[in-house]
């Protein structure tokens, strides 16, 4: 090894690290090794940032706003919801819902689609009296099987295609990869509805533990008129910093105040609802005029009955509140809502609301204005944001909701019978939604996730800095030495085990681009056929079933399906060796 590779290695190691570790957001961790390769010299800028105008990544960009036009309108949303409540028992139901759902997220990106119908399962779970964790692990893993199907199923595989044409080679087109895709996605089914099921736990959903035992979280105080801070406002009368408790609303009379703000003014005969540790409101009894309600019956669902409601954010990789505690990122003040409780591995965390720090996949459970779904609903601080009693999606035209429909298919005719480049086919299909007012060019914007870009983007650099250095070619001599003497069948093996092993730990298109120069550099070395090693690594990168880490979609899933890490070990370990066998076989058979 020279210098060179083991200084680029050791990024990468470094770079793997600090993304386990959560030590930052993935695509600022990623750009930031990208930084020190274009500072040491390593990489020309241009080298280092020409992944930011590679097409692969570009049509990853008009796809999120194609598919959020598609998805604005709700009318896929609609058609799935009574589509859903025509099941006659809960694995007709898993069938009858799951089987267009793979085939939507072979042409629609995969992340706002567990979005859009996380919040809608679990409400229909809830009505149904069925668990919803027996449902939304199967959601994230259908539309991972079914973004396999074609090019423009999921980012991972327009990372590879985009990666492909800039090594001067040709790229997938658009139903290549359906020959493994199909597949694939049929056994995942099989198991799922049988061996998968059976291993899905049965939890309560979050919102009916907290429900169930409201009375460790709320508490009720009535002010006397001998408190001393009567017609002061809470920040004067010192309830606005109080040691792990939280005034969530004020009853006066048949009035609620809810969210309170610190210049809120506090009258004689208001009931102070708090929250927090139950240990801590002991403190309140001192102070004199504020009177302890023990026998209160006051419940989240009375809470609900007003202009207030109860609502349940899911915490995103992006979010600004991730590495700070509640009170430090202000929340109070920045969303206007107050956090009841915080959810993480299917346990309340024992501490100071205040002091939680944050991280992804958190859920929060929020006590906010009836606005507050519709003001956050797009934001990037949350993956799901849904109440008690889920809102209809957007009500959209839907006679626009058609008519983006009806531009999605003639976009994929185009590029089927070969009219149009992918790329191009994305390009003409946002120009007509924009000029037909379909989709606003705010709304455009919004619907652009920049920091997957960012990563994908940074991730072509580091996947170049790897050639460039020789340590793919390195890393590919050895898995041949490795793998060669036993055959093809194995080598193909051996890219699939570390790309999904890459895909578990880091992000998919981080593991993609990283091995597909190792792929190509095996394939040039034995003098054999490129494609078979990138439909390898373009399936390998997508199949993450065994870590809530590795795929935006288990994360968002995560918090609203109460799962702990360990349900995600054993419901998908035996998917993923199952995708495996059938990957290798397949690819061997068609490539080799």
């Known amino acids: 090894m020279t210098l060179e590779m083991v200084f680029v290695l050791s990024m990468i190691i470094l770079m793997f690290a600090a993304l386990l570790l959560e030590l930052a957001r993935p695509d600022i961790i990623v750009f930031s090794a990208l930084v020190i390769f274009v500072l040491t010299g390593l990489l020309t800028p241009e080298e280092a940032f020409n992944g930011f105008s590679n097409q692969g990544m570009l049509t990853i960009a008009l796809l999120f706003i194609v598919a959020g036009a598609v998805q604005k309108h709700g009318i896929i949303d609609r058609i799935m919801k009574k589509w859903l409540n025509k099941g006659k028992h809960v694995k007709g139901s898993m069938i009858r819902f799951f089987i267009p759902l793979s085939l939507s997220s072979a042409f629609l990106n995969n992340t706002p689609i567990v979005v859009t119908f996380t919040p809608m399962i679990k409400k229909w779970c809830e009505e149904k009296g069925i668990a919803p964790s027996k449902f939304l692990i199967p959601l994230s893993y259908f539309t991972i099987l079914g973004g396999t199907i074609t090019l423009m199923g999921t980012s991972t595989n327009l990372v590879v295609h985009g990666m492909l044409l800039d090594f001067d080679l040709e790229g997938f087109s658009l139903f290549q990869l359906a020959i493994v895709g199909i597949p694939i996605t049929i056994v995942g089914f099989l198991y799922l509805l049988t061996v998968g099921y059976q291993l899905l736990p049965s939890n309560r959903g979050f919102r009916d533990q907290i429900q169930s035992d409201t009375k460790e979280y709320m508490a009720e105080m009535t002010v006397k008129k001998e408190f001393p801070h009567v017609n002061k406002s809470v920040q004067e009368a010192g309830l606005r910093e109080l040691k792990g408790l939280y005034l969530v609303e004020i009853i006066r009379e048949n009035e609620r105040i809810s969210p309170v703000k610190s210049t809120t003014i506090i009258k004689a005969g208001d009931r102070l609802i708090f929250t927090g540790l139950i240990s801590t409101i002991a403190e309140l009894q001192h102070m004199r005029g504020l009177q302890l309600e023990t026998g209160s019956h006051l419940e989240l669902d009375d809470l609900e009955n007003s202009h207030v409601e109860l609502v349940e954010a899911v915490v995103s990789h992006q979010s600004s509140l ?20 915080v959810h993480r591995n299917n346990e309340r965390i024992k501490s100071k609301i205040g002091d939680i720090i944050l991280r992804p996949g958190d859920v929060l459970l929020l006590l906010a204005g009836s606005d507050f779904i519709r003001t956050y609903q797009q934001s990037s601080d949350f993956y799901v944001v849904s109440s008690l009693d889920t809102p209809s999606n957007l009500q959209g035209n839907q006679k626009k909701g058609l008519f983006s429909i ?26 007509v939604l924009l000029v037909t007012k379909t989709i606003t060019a705010e709304e455009a914007k919004k619907n652009i996730q920049f920091h997957v870009l960012l990563l994908i983007a940074s991730a072509f650099g580091i996947g170049m800095a790897m050639t460039k250095s020789g340590l793919a070619k390195w890393i590919a001599d050895g898995m041949l030495s490795i793998g060669e003497p036993y055959g093809i069948v194995v080598l193909i093996l051996l890219v699939y085990l570390l790309t999904n092993i890459f895909t578990e730990l880091i992000t998919n298109s981080a593991a ?4 597909l120069p190792i792929g190509i550099e095996m394939a040039s070395s034995l003098g054999v056929d490129y494609m078979g090693f990138a439909v390898t690594i373009a399936i390998a990168a997508s199949a993450s079933f065994i870590t809530p880490i590795g795929y935006q979609t288990n994360l968002i899933v995560y918090g609203p399906g109460g799962y702990r890490f360990i349900d995600y070990i054993k419901v998908g370990t035996p998917l993923s060796l199952l995708v495996m066998i059938v990957t290798v076989s397949i690819v061997n058979v068609v490539w080799f």
Do not use: N, P
């Open 512 to 515: 993609a681009v990283l091995m």
């Open 406 to 431: 009806g531009v999605l298919l003639l976009m994929i005719f185009m590029v089927t019978v070969g009219w149009l480049s992918m790329f191009k086919a994305m390009l003409l299909a946002v120009l």
């Open 322 to 341: 991730l590495s700070k505690s509640i009170k430090q990122s202000q929340f109070r003040s920045k969303f206007d809502a107050g956090v009841i409780a």
